[in-house]
């Protein structure tokens, strides 16, 4: 199946050949006829099947055909997202199909002054993207009309949900008129995300592009053991020893998060942090330079990383695992985008071996445990001038007694350790 077999237009034709697609995947093979026949969606699908342009396509078709709205300016489609980075992505995606019609995209989101939303609002939009607080406050102020909107989707719904936004999506389709096209997509399905889709949607057509809950079959999983305060010694080595250019790294806080960068700079790895705390500004700005390459490392909390598109992403390290097993799943979807293959490597302390369990359980599969390789132990205090950058690094082999014990051999590890057979794997549990 090409893109031309599915009635989009020659002008979206156009901005999709621009992005360098040549074959609709299989969400858009499913997803963009039914939804232009103004069915209900509700899809399983993660980030890195190529869902956006699965609603966006057919929605800014569905608009270009619908010549019966008249003057207003008000939207006639709302995306609504979990982050304020995912809202921003969206709406780009959308301006670049949109780019050879006469449609106009605009997003809203908080964490930025609501005054240039109010006036960019009121010189009106057809397909508006918002996060859902945002959203409501400017409902609230009058500034937005939703009385228009004929298709709502909720993108990345169970991230929504998990943040506690379903009040405010309440609120929100109240405002919506009541015959209007609903579209759901999730990466995971709770009891809560099938309550929700049950109330929304009307004989919706089902689509799952993945196995339920499955992570996204390129990425090649491991875990390594190690012990917690030597976790950051360890990436490190992983980062130098395997040349990385280009990690995500997620911690659990905010305040982890911090203090990781400043000890991956303070080992002369280049790296930026992005998360909840920090501005709307500095989030955009990291990402960037991770993006061109200026930093080697971002590190994330969940929720800051979600909706990150960077194509082609080597390696993801769970630095923490995540509490939510799903959230692995999400995690390891920023690599191996399409068709792309990744790493993703997790860090596994003892304390974490029941979360790497429920992991696997709702993976249905185990996650190869290989042996640690040898790294060596940082010194955090700066050696005296002229020994050095590095003049405080000391050998795995070369520390007190009990600390570090090198933990094996393994991808990246050039024969140091002797104790163990090159490639072995380790696959004993923690306990
Ligand atoms: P998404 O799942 O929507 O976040 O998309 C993931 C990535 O796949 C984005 O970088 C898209 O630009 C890209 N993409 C989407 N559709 C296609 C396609 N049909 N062929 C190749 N790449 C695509």
Redesign the pocket.
Same mark, same amino acid.
């Given at each position: 199946m090409s893109?031309s077999d599915l009635g989009l237009s020659p002008e979206l034709l156009r901005a999709?050949a621009d992005?360098?697609?040549? =074959?609709?995947?299989p969400i #858009?093979a499913q997803a963009i006829p039914a939804v232009m026949s103004g069915r209900d969606v509700l899809a399983g699908? #993660? =980030? %890195? =099947?190529?869902? =956006?342009?699965?609603f966006v396509l057919p929605i800014l078709q569905r608009l270009l055909n619908d010549t019966e709205h008249g003057t207003s300016r008000a939207p006639r489609a709302l995306v609504l997202t979990p982050t304020r980075e995912l809202a921003a #992505?969206v709406a780009q995606?959308s301006r670049d199909y949109g780019k050879y019609v006469q449609l106009h995209t605009y997003q809203v989101f908080g964490g930025v002054s609501i005054n240039p939303q109010i006036s960019n609002l009121r010189s009106g939009c057809d397909v508006l993207v918002a996060t859902p607080g945002r959203l409501l406050d400017l409902a609230q102020q009058r500034c937005v009309d939703l009385s228009k909107v004929q298709v709502l989707v909720l993108d990345e719904a169970d991230r929504m949900l998990d943040m506690g936004f379903i009040n405010d999506i309440r609120k929100i389709i109240r405002l919506l008129p009541q015959k209007r096209q609903n579209l759901l997509f999730s990466a995971t399905y709770s009891d809560d995300i099938r309550g929700l889709a049950e109330k929304l949607l009307h004989d919706p057509l089902s689509i799952q592009v993945a196995p339920r809950n499955a992570a996204i079959e390129l990425v090649e999983q491991r875990a390594y053991r190690v012990q917690k305060e030597q976790k950051r010694h360890l990436l490190v080595h992983l980062i130098q020893e395997g040349q990385w250019h280009q990690v995500l790294v997620f911690t659990r806080t905010k305040h982890g998060a911090n203090r990781l960068t400043q000890q991956l700079e303070g080992a002369g790895i280049k790296a930026a942090a992005i998360h909840g705390n920090k501005s709307q500004a500095a989030r955009v700005k990291a990402l960037e330079m991770f993006k061109k390459g200026q930093v080697t490392a971002l590190v994330a909390t969940e929720v800051a990383a979600r909706?990150l598109?960077i194509?082609e992403l080597p390696q993801v390290v769970n630095y923490e695992l995540p509490n939510v097993p799903e959230d692995y799943v999400h995690r390891i979807g920023r690599t191996g985008?399409? %068709?792309a293959a990744g790493e993703a490597i997790s860090l596994v302390s003892g304390d974490e071996a029941g979360l790497l369990r429920d992991i696997e359980r709702v993976l249905r599969r185990t996650i190869p445990v290989v042996q640690t390789p040898v790294f060596k132990i940082l010194e955090s205090a700066p050696m005296p001038a002229g020994q050095g950058s590095r003049g405080g690094d000391r050998p795995a082999g070369d520390r007190p007694p009990g600390q570090n014990r090198p933990q094996g051999n393994s991808h990246g590890n050039r024969g140091r350790d002797t104790r163990r057979s090159p490639g072995q794997q380790q696959r004993g549990r923690f306990n």
């Open positions: 893109f999709v992005k360098g697609y040549d =074959t609709p995947s #858009q699908a #993660q =980030t %890195g =099947t190529g869902k =956006t342009a699965s #992505q995606s909706g598109d194509k985008r399409a %068709g």
